[in-house]
C-alpha cells in the first residue's frame, strides 16, 4: 500500500518532499542507539556526522522511488539509511587535510576539525562498515535481492565508482582537464551513488528490467545535473545557505562546470540532463510524480 501524498506535506524546500527527511532522520536517530556500548570518542564522532542537518538526498531519493512503485517507505527505509551513512563516510574522508582539507560541512566545523584527524578517518571507515551491517541485519528481503542490493552500493562506492571520480578530482587539482573527463569525475564521484539509491531502492521493491532501465537513466541524469548545480553553488550561493566554505572549488583550482563551460552554460547544460531525467520515467509504469518534482527541485535548490 502507498502513502497518500498530500500537498500540504510539501515543504519550504520548495518541490523537495521535507516530510520524507524527517522519516529519514527519526530512522538514522534509532540506529544509532545501537553505538552505546562503543568507545565514547567513536560514539560521539558518529553521532556528530550523523545528527547534522543534511538534505538527505539520496536516502529521500530511495524513499520516493519505492512510493513511486506502490510501496511503504519502511520498506526500503533500512537501505535508505545504509546510503546515508555511506555518503557520510564520503563527505567526512572528502573534507580530510589530505584531501579537500574543508572547515565547514553542515553549518559546522568538519570532523576532523572538531575531533581530530585520526578519529575522523576511523570515523567514516566505520559509518562504511556499519552501512551494509545495516543492510544484512536490518533490511528485511530475500538474500538473492540483498546481494543485489549490496552489489549496487558497494559497486557505485567503489574503484569503479565513488573512489574513482575521488581520485580524478584529487588528481585533477590545480590543472584543466578535457570535457570528458569532467563528466567521467562527476559520474563516479556523485551520479553512480545517487542512481544506487534508487536503483536499490527500486530491487527491494521488485522493479522488472523496464522499470529499472528508465530508473536508471533518471538517477544518471539527476546525478549529473546535482553535481553541476554544486559546482554552481561554490559560485553563486553562500557558507550559511550551503553549509560548506563558499568559493573553495576557484581557490583550489578545481576543475568544474563552470570553470570549463562558464556559469550559463552550466545551468543550461543541468536543465537539459533533468529533462532528459524525466522523459526517461515518462513512459514507465510508476507513479512518478515525487520522482519528477525532485528532479526539479535541483534545478532550483540554494543548498
Ligand atoms: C566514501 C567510498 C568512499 C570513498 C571516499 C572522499 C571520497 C572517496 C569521495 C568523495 C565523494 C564526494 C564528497 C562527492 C561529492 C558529492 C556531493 C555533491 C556532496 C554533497 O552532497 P549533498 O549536497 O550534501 O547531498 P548534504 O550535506 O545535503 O548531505
Not at 128 to 140: G, M, P, R, V
Not at 177 to 192: D, F, G
Request: proline residues 3%; glycine residues 6%; hydrophobic residues 40%.
Amino acid at each position: 500500500m502507498t502513502k497518500t501524498f498530500k500537498k500540504s506535506q510539501k515543504s519550504k524546500l520548495g518541490l523537495y518532499p521535507e516530510y520524507l527527511i524527517k522519516e529519514v532522520d527519526r530512522c538514522l536517530k534509532s540506529f544509532l542507539k545501537r553505538y552505546e556500548g562503543i568507545p565514547e570518542e567513536l560514539r560521539n564522532s558518529i553521532r556528530y556526522s550523523i545528527e547534522s542537518s543534511g538534505k538527505r538526498f539520496r536516502p529521500v531519493l530511495s524513499l520516493a522511488t519505492a512510493q513511486s512503485l506502490g510501496f511503504e517507505i519502511s520498506h526500503v527505509m533500512p537501505t535508505a539509511c545504509a546510503i546515508e551513512f555511506i555518503h557520510t563516510y564520503s563527505l567526512i574522508h572528502d573534507d580530510l587535510p589530505a584531501i579537500d582539507n574543508d572547515d565547514l560541512r553542515r553549518g559546522k566545523p568538519t570532523c576532523h576539525r572538531q575531533f581530530g584527524e585520526d578519529i575522523a578517518i576511523l570515523t567514516g571507515d566505520a559509518l562504511f562498515a556499519e552501512s551494509f551491517n545495516i543492510i544484512l541485519k536490518d533490511q528485511i528481503a530475500d538474500p538473492d535481492i540483498k546481494l543485489r542490493v549490496l552489489d549496487e552500493l558497494i559497486s557505485a562506492s567503489g574503484a569503479s565508482g565513488m573512489v574513482a571520480g575521488q581520485i580524478v578530482d584529487v588528481c585533477s587539482t590545480g590543472s584543466i582537464i578535457p570535457k570528458e573527463r569532467l563528466e567521467y569525475m562527476h559520474l563516479n564521484k556523485t551520479a553512480k551513488l545517487i542512481t544506487a539509491a534508487v536503483r536499490s531502492s527500486a530491487i527491494l521493491c521488485n522493479a522488472g528490467p523496464q522499470i529499472l532501465k528508465g530508473l536508471t537513466e533518471y538517477g544518471l541524469n539527476i546525478g549529473l545535473a546535482f553535481q553541476i548545480t554544486d559546482d554552481i553553488l561554490d559560485i553563486t550561493s553562500n557558507s550559511v545557505l550551503t553549509g560548506k566554505t563558499h568559493g573553495k572549488d576557484i581557490l583550489q583550482l578545481k576543475s568544474t562546470y563552470p570553470h570549463l563551460w562558464g556559469l550559463e552554460e552550466s545551468k543550461k547544460i543541468a536543465e537539459r540532463k533533468i529533462s532528459k531525467a524525466i522523459n526517461s520515467i515518462k513512459n514507465i509504469n510508476i507513479d512518478n510524480r515525487l520522482l519528477v518534482d525532485i528532479a526539479r527541485f535541483i534545478l532550483t535548490r540554494k543548498a
